[in-house]
């Protein structure tokens, strides 16, 4: 048995964006691939909202807390995905780095917030079927 692939997304406060993105993808191919998530600055805690979005689509987001991302997640994972272009990361990525666009949704509300989750899930899709050879 191979283990599955790690991928590891990357914001500022790793309280939104990459708490969508790391969840997403389990909801997408669940068991498929590791997905974690760190933020270059982290907040104390998820984003409530981003919280209340991810239940939405069968999210279970009662274990996630946001944390640094550290030199030794950049060298284990195989695909970094930074949420927001140009991040100055803690050191080299030893994967595939893969550069998203998404605005900070620190003060949105719930349906603004939808709109980007789905957003970040279609991302998460393609990114999911082009390193799984088709899982979605």
């Not at 987001?61 to 272009?85: G, Q, W, Y």
């Amino acid at each position: 048995m191979t283990t599955p692939p790690t991928v590891l997304f990357i914001c500022q406060h790793n309280a939104g964006r990459s708490q969508l993105g790391a969840h997403l993808l389990d909801v997408i191919a669940p068991g498929a691939f590791i997905s974690t998530s760190a933020g270059l600055n982290p907040a104390d805690a998820i984003n409530p909202v981003i919280a209340e979005s991810l239940h939405e689509v069968g999210a279970d987001t009662a274990a996630a807390r946001p944390r640094l991302v550290t030199e030794a997640d950049l060298s284990t994972a195989d695909v970094v995905v930074t949420m927001k272009p140009g991040l100055e990361l803690p050191g080299p990525v030893a994967g595939r780095r893969v550069e998203w666009e998404f605005p900070n949704p620190e003060n949105w509300d719930l349906d603004g917030v939808r709109g980007m989750r789905d957003a970040v899930a279609a991302q998460v899709r393609v990114l999911a079927a082009d390193l799984g050879d088709g899982i979605v």
